[in-house]
């Protein structure tokens, strides 16, 4: 599943500079302001402008690195690293030039949160890029404010928390003042704050170990023997969770189809969808196909998957995903999830639903800069088209299984209350029968990043009765 698009509310016609002058950065910082340009310039998102970009670079693997440490640190911490530079720039600072507004942000991120970086090497590099593109009045300018910055690093203030918490939330923790909002009024202020912490930590890798041919305590050793550092999964006991791995794919294991990449609560979710061998399953926006191999790895590679998505330049990640785990089961197929019409009904129907995405901020951190309520609401009503054709894809006594990767009620419990009203014929199973019940609420399935330390998730199993 992919998180849908949302237009970008960043930047303004007049803040469109030319880009193209900027192939001529070849330094880290220097690619990392290109990329911060391009975010606050087009829809995209910053996944696939480092993905695009790195792949074009000639850059050191080190240095590729730090490009993605500072285009996600930056993004991640935008509304605080702002608040502060409004405070030292004598103007409107939303307003100054992109290449003068990111090349503060970047060293300004550096001075905050990377200790291994001397300040003033990353004033002075800053300075360097905006003077050799702008000229020196306007390196005078960021060299004047970021040299202030660093003179009261020790004395900044945020908005008073005793006066307004949310807004003391919303610039301390760098999320969108709605968004505190809403949380604080959900899960009122301590537990909110942890929410936001935790979408601020740096993303680890999880890896999962195939169902059939492998187990953690071998890549266990695995880990151990190339000193690389882990940690295990709380919720799922066939994961782990890597903290010094730069390149999956110097991972034997990985290649060789043994462990897999894959958050720990969307193995939740396939385990929530029981597949058993032998079975018939429709996984209906299934790209990049992660739950779909891991079904056929749990069915011992008997049956058959259906592998479903609307993208058709999606479905040769599903495929290389399941020759790579050397299941054969998984037959990707081009369509949309509204409109499939199979033959036959299956035993389970897998909607693992095109949503908000605001469970994964932590690997994902501009999703939070493009999302709005209302972005919500339209999800809600799509999620809600989707699993109404899904249950007419469903035999007698078999699951519908539905899942998101957001915590938004609206795109969960609010979806399965209004189809469950819509289809009398479906009854809820508790998740508490497949699932642990740590992961567990009300029926479903739901982890959330500052509790369960993994991606927040939701998933329901419905049967159809009759």
């Given amino acids: 599943m992919s998180n849908e698009q949302a237009p970008s509310s960043q930047a303004s016609t007049t803040d469109r500079e030319t880009i193209a002058p900027l192939s001529l950065f070849e330094t880290a910082r220097g690619t990392a302001v290109k990329i911060l340009m391009r975010y606050e310039s087009s829809d995209s998102y910053i996944d696939k402008l480092l993905d695009a970009e790195l792949r074009r ?54 001075m ?11 004033i002075n590099e800053s300075v360097e890029i905006v003077k050799r593109y ?57 537990q909110a704050e942890a929410l936001l912490n935790a979408n601020n930590q740096r993303p680890m890798l999880t890896l999962r170990t195939h169902a ?32 010094s791995l730069r390149d999956i794919r110097s991972l034997s294991a990985f290649a060789d189809g043994l462990v897999s990449v894959q958050d720990a609560s969307a193995s939740l979710v396939v385990r929530l969808a029981n597949p058993k061998p032998g079975m018939l399953v429709y996984d209906l926006c299934a790209a990049p196909g992660s739950k779909a191999v891991f079904a056929a790895e749990i069915m011992n590679n008997e049956g058959l998957i259906i592998a479903l998505d609307q993208y058709s330049s999606k479905l040769q990640a599903v495929r290389d995903n399941a020759r790579r785990a050397q299941v054969t089961i998984v037959e990707a197929r081009h369509g949309d999830a509204r409109e499939f019409s199979p033959e036959k009904l299956a035993d389970i129907v897998l909607v693992d639903a095109p949503c908000s995405g605001l469970g994964t901020l932590s690997k994902k951190p501009d999703i ?85 330390h993994c991606d927040g998730a939701f998933g329901a199993r419905l049967i159809r009765k009759r």
């Fill in 57 to 110: 670079s000639e850059l050191a693997a080190a240095d590729k690195a730090l490009v993605t440490e500072l285009v996600n640190g930056t993004v991640r911490w935008l509304s605080r690293l702002d608040w502060i530079l409004t405070g030292f720039y004598h103007g409107e600072f939303t307003k100054c030039l992109a290449l003068v507004r990111n090349s503060m942000r970047i060293a300004l991120y550096q």
């Fill in 368 to 452: 939070k800069w493009r999302r709005s309520v209302d972005d919500i609401r339209r999800m809600a009503k799509r999620q809600a088209e989707i699993l109404s054709h899904a249950a007419t894809l469903v035999k007698v006594e078999g699951a519908l299984v539905y899942s998101t990767c957001t915590i938004e009620p609206e795109e969960n419990q609010d979806v399965i209350t209004g189809f469950l009203r819509e289809y009398p014929n479906f009854e809820l199973e508790p998740a508490e029968k497949h699932l642990a019940g740590n992961v567990c609420k009300d029926g479903f399935m739901q982890t959330f990043p500052h509790i369960h």
């Fill in 134 to 190: 702008k000229g020196d009045r306007h390196a005078g300018i960021v060299n004047g404010v970021l040299r202030n910055v660093q003179r009261s690093i020790g004395n900044i203030r945020y908005p008073p928390r005793e006066e307004n918490e949310l807004l003391h939330l919303s610039v301390h923790s760098a999320h969108p003042l709605w968004m505190v909002r809403r949380y604080v009024e959900r899960f009122g202020a301590a």
């Fill in 212 to 243: 059939t041919r492998f187990d953690v305590n071998q890549l266990v050793t695995i880990l151990d023997a190339e000193q690389i550092k882990y940690e295990a999964s709380s919720v799922h006991q066939a994961s782990v969770l890597v903290t």
């Fill in 112 to 122: 905050l949160f990377l200790s291994k970086i001397p300040p003033p090497a990353a």
